[in-house]
């Protein structure tokens, strides 16, 4: 059955409901052209000790301890590397190399006092080659995926903020000085105009799209919940379209703090949402005249899981509304998309008598 082994696999990649992994890298630039960027948040010892974030730590902290020293710090040592070269940064398109701090490093956490091993941040080290003109940064693929680049003068406020996708390159920076006899001395950037409104647009379509493939499970299993369901394709879009204009609503309010609910309220009420829609295509096999009811109301909560994640990024400021309607034009594409591969699959079988015998109640199980 390929619709019960796409689901399997998506269950398989084990991804949270709304984990976007946004990360801040904030760049200083200091007077004698040394930089630092400190980057955050990041649990580097639920990497290093190879536990899900959030996960209770001291017994994996004594299972790390337990191991050799000579294990221990060649673990340590990979991860520092890793992460060292997980940013790549440019001066007039030649890469410079990067240097490594961890801030929290051996500092136990005083609410568990329990040891760090290297904390939630770490720090790029660098300095500006002379007479250099043009910054650039770009933050691997992997292991971020989304960045929020602040650039900041010294100790001065920010002087630009940047959302980045991974892999991407910052948009180039200006560097002057103060004193063309000194290059180094009070190095000054000048910011680069902001993005264009396609740019930022086009930027939020393919952010609303990938937050429903590959990383939205919760909003894949709901859809095809629907599929299942519905045998003739105008009930399905009748369906998807009440669940849009739904989410569409609660993700303007919240993301206007008009109106906020609990993500440990909202979380488990989209996975209820789940399991109604497949309990309910196990018991019948007839599209009730309440279901696009039911669907709109769940769509009003899948809406609220979306707002979690624009909240956590931001909208770019005098953008809001071209933002806001370009994130859900790719959530819409990305819903859409999950019906049209799942017709390519099953769309032949759909009118046969052993379709929801074989397909419709396994995969709703599943």
Partial sequence: MPLVLLMSLFVA???????????????????????????QPYSLDSIIMEIPEGAPRAEAIDRFQALPEAERREIIEKVAE???????VLFDDVPTELGIQFPDQDVPLEAEALPVLLGEQFVLTGQVPEGAQLFTLTPSAEPYEFVMLVVREGDG?????????????????TLTSADPSQPHAQTLVEPPAPPSRAHVMAQYIELGFTHILPKGLDHILFVLGLFLLSAQLKPLLWQITAFTLAHTVT?????????????????????????????ENCLTDTLSKWRPAVVFAFGLLHGLGFAGVLQSLGLPEGRFLSSLISFNVGVELGQLSIVLIAFLLLG???????????????????
């Fill in 157 to 173: 406020p920010i002087v630009y903020e940047e959302f980045i996708p991974s892999g991407e390159p910052s948009l180039p920076f």
């Fill in 82 to 88: 890793y992460f060292r070269t997980s940013v790549i």
């Fill in 251 to 279: 993700l303007a309010l919240a993301t206007m703090q008009i109106v906020t609910l609990s993500s440990s309220i909202v979380e488990p009420l989209i996975a209820l949402s789940i399991v109604y829609v497949a309990v």
């Fill in 13 to 39: 990649s084990g991804t949270w409901a709304h984990s976007f992994g946004i990360t801040e890298m904030e760049l200083t630039l200091e007077e004698d052209g040394a930089f630092a960027i400190v980057v």
């Fill in 348 to 366: 032949a079988f759909r009118h046969r008598d052993w379709y929801r015998r074989r397909i419709t109640i396994p995969a709703s199980l599943v």
